[in-house]
């Protein structure tokens, strides 16, 4: 393997609790090559699941976050000025392309459409990504998949993908765990009992059914996980609940007051 690639290699298990057959899908997947959209809610399990899917697949993992300024040249490459005149220095995704790893791009909508464009090449049965200013077209590796997530929640007309953009790509929709199989991820994460584990996700879902009615988004795995950690450090669960989950999410003072109930309600 190119050594570029070797930092990207995981290899340790990252744990993953699986909530339906998303490993099996994905394995599929990645046997024909297809281009995946996970999609979800911030903070439900996708990027964990894609670096658990690496691991499984001892493929090189290149995570790109995604964000508004990120230009073409970001993804692509640049050339770079040294001593010795100028370098040419292939971008995240030209290196996953030429040396066949994943290339999980975070948070996709966040980037400008004229930015995402630059993929379009790599997942149609081209699988090339031209780089116009080195006058070079890469032919993807065989290894070569591109992996991008997405939340549906936060799309507005100004900011969504591009049907071209979608079309190329299957997708697998990621929510927040079942009760039981959430609590058991929060126990392991936040190392807790379960128990104590199975209540913050009752606070949890608690909030969730407020989505919409008031709150935009609910209160994330992600988000239990940092109470649960707390609680293992000491801190006892009303205050933690109070810090991690409930003060984030909303700056309203009578949902505040209506979640603080909720906590109170399990603690
Ligand atoms: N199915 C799962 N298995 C293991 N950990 C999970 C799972 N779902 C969520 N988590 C935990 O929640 C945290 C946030 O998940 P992450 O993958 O970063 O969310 P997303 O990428 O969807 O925003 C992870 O770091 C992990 O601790
Ligand atoms: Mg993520």
């Given at each position: ?46 990027t ?18 995604c ?38 791009l ?105 989505k919409g ?47 603080d ?7």
């Amino acid at each position: 393997m190119q050594d570029d690639l070797r930092d990207h290699l995981i290899t340790e298990e990252p744990y993953y609790q699986p909530v339906a057959d998303e490993i099996e899908l994905y394995e599929a997947a990645y046997s024909v090559r297809m281009p995946m959209m996970l999609k979800g809610p911030t903070g439900c399990g996708k990027t964990r699941f894609v670096e658990h899917m690496a691991w499984k697949l001892g493929k090189p993992l290149i995570t790109v976050a995604c964000n508004e300024d990120m230009t073409a040249s970001d993804l692509v490459g640049r050339y770079l000025l040294d001593a010795d005149g100028t370098r040419w220095q292939d971008g995240p995704l030209t290196l996953a392309a030429r040396h066949g790893a994943i290339c999980y791009l975070d948070e996709i909508v966040e980037a400008r459409q004229d930015t995402t464009v630059v993929i379009h090449p790599l997942t149609d049965n081209r699988r090339v990504l031209p780089l116009e200013k080195k006058g070079e077209m890469v032919q993807a590796h065989a290894d070569f998949q591109v992996v991008i997530s997405y939340n549906p929640g936060y799309q507005s007309l100004m900011k969504d993908l591009k049907q071209s953009t979608k079309q190329r790509f299957g997708a697998l929709d990621f929510d927040y765990p079942g009760h039981e199989t959430e609590a058991k991820i929060v126990a392991h994460e936040g190392k807790i009992n379960e128990e104590m584990a199975g209540k913050l996700v009752s606070v949890a879902e608690r909030a969730r059914n407020l989505k919409g009615h008031g709150l935009d988004e609910g209160i994330s795995t992600r988000m239990l996980v940092y109470a649960a950690s707390l609680i293992a450090k000491g801190v006892e669960p009303l205050g933690a609940c109070r810090m991690a989950l409930v003060r984030p999410i909303t700056d309203d003072p009578d949902m505040r007051d209506a979640l603080d109930s909720a906590v109170t309600t399990f603690f």
